[in-house]
């Protein structure tokens, strides 16, 4: 009998982690300069892209890990560090240059990584994969992922209608919002890397 708790328990950790409703002000922020067409495939984009490398760190993350001897934590850290500097642009309303070419820039980053497929996403698939215990377990985890990351895509496909709801005005404020938002979730992650490295010594 396939263990359904292990697919709903893995859905909703990441349904939390990867918070569709909290990034729906930052997607509008870095979006804000691209029509709707190029919005919606860097929704899709962004969200390939999460799906891709939260896959193969679940399949190869460990023996990654381990080969270039980098740790969670320095993850963390790094990532952090990068969105910080996004939230620096947004914040000083320089978040047309983040959506060079067509939407792609955004999509890879810092949407589809780090914001998705950030440790959280990536540490908390890996620990299901190592509870799955088989293929069936392999495949509802496979399942839960590829749930999580349809509900983000839903979530961001149909930003554009609350971006009309909004309408420039709105949408400027929720890029400084999504600025304040992304800087403290950069300071959060960096100092989770900092500490968990100096708990790790």
Known sequence: ??????FWSTLLTLFVILDPPGLLPVFLGLTAALPA?????????????AIGVIAAFAIFGRYILDYLHISVEA????????????????????ESG?????GTNVAIVPLGTPLLAG????????????????PVGYLLV????????ALVYLFLRFA????????????VLASRIAGL????????????????????H
């Open 142 to 149: 496979a399942a839960a992922l590829a749930g999580a990351i």
């Open 119 to 134: 440790p959280g996403a990536i540490v908390a698939t890996m620990l299901a994969v190592n509870r799955a215990g088989g």
């Open 37 to 49: 067409r190029e919005r919606n495939r860097a929704a899709l984009r962004a969200s390939l892209v």
């Open 181 to 200: 938002l992304l800087s403290a979730i950069a300071v959060q992650m960096i100092a989770d890397g900092v500490f968990g490295m100096i708990a790790a």
């Open 160 to 171: 554009g209608g609350i971006r009309l709801l909004l309408r420039d005005s709105g949408t």
């Open 1 to 6: 009998m396939p263990d359904l708790q292990l």
């Open 75 to 94: 993850m963390q850290v790094s990532g952090g560090f990068l969105l910080l500097l996004v939230a620096l642009q947004l914040l000083m309303g320089a």
């Open 98 to 102: 983040l959506g060079e070419t067509d």
